[in-house]
């Protein structure tokens, strides 16, 4: 599992490199774990769609428990996604990667970004469409 997270890590380090302007060098590190996290709040927010399909109680306003899963993915991992990049050395580990190893991980991180926001409006059409006419 460590080397699943280490690559995806790897890999939008590597996107959030090559796309950051280069005169923000000093928000790197922001800007790689706000790309890593972004898909995961969007797959637990699509979960959380899913358990709000399956209660009883229903919520006058349903986003804000959507919003609150979100943010509690950020604030949960924002701290251990840091230490995990210095800790792992993706700094150093992208320096030595090739043109052509950077451009295939670019494509990885682009891919899983959007995989998770997709998934996120599909499972929140599935299962909270009509939520309000119940």
Same mark, same amino acid.
């Given at each position: 599992?460590?080397?699943?997270?280490?690559?995806?890590?790897?890999?939008?380090?590597?996107?959030?490199?090559?796309?950051?302007?280069? =005169?923000?060098?000093?928000?790197? #590190?922001?800007?790689?774990?706000? #790309?890593?996290?972004? @898909?995961?709040?969007?797959?637990?927010?699509?979960?959380?769609?899913?358990?709000?399909?399956? #209660?009883?109680?229903?919520? =006058?306003? @349903?986003?804000?428990?959507?919003?609150?899963?979100a943010g509690i993915v950020y604030l949960g991992f924002w701290q251990a996604t840091k230490k995990a990049i210095y800790k792992w050395g993706i700094e150093k580990a992208y320096?030595?990667?090739?043109?052509?190893?950077?451009?295939?991980?670019?494509?990885?991180? *682009?891919?899983?970004?959007?995989?998770?926001? #997709?998934?996120? *409006?599909?499972?929140?059409?599935?299962?909270?469409?009509?939520?309000?006419?119940?």
């Open positions: 599992m460590k080397f699943l997270f280490k690559y995806l890590l790897s890999a939008n380090y590597s996107f959030a490199k090559r796309w950051v302007n280069k =005169k923000m060098a000093h928000s790197m #590190i922001f800007n790689s774990t706000y #790309i890593f996290l972004t @898909p995961f709040a969007f797959l637990f927010a699509g979960l959380s769609c899913v358990a709000l399909n399956y #209660i009883d109680y229903q919520f =006058k306003f @349903p986003e804000i428990i959507l919003m609150m899963t320096k030595n990667l090739s043109k052509e190893q950077r451009s295939k991980r670019n494509t990885f991180a *682009f891919l899983f970004f959007w995989v998770g926001i #997709i998934l996120f *409006f599909y499972l929140g059409a599935k299962y909270l469409g009509g939520y309000s006419l119940r």
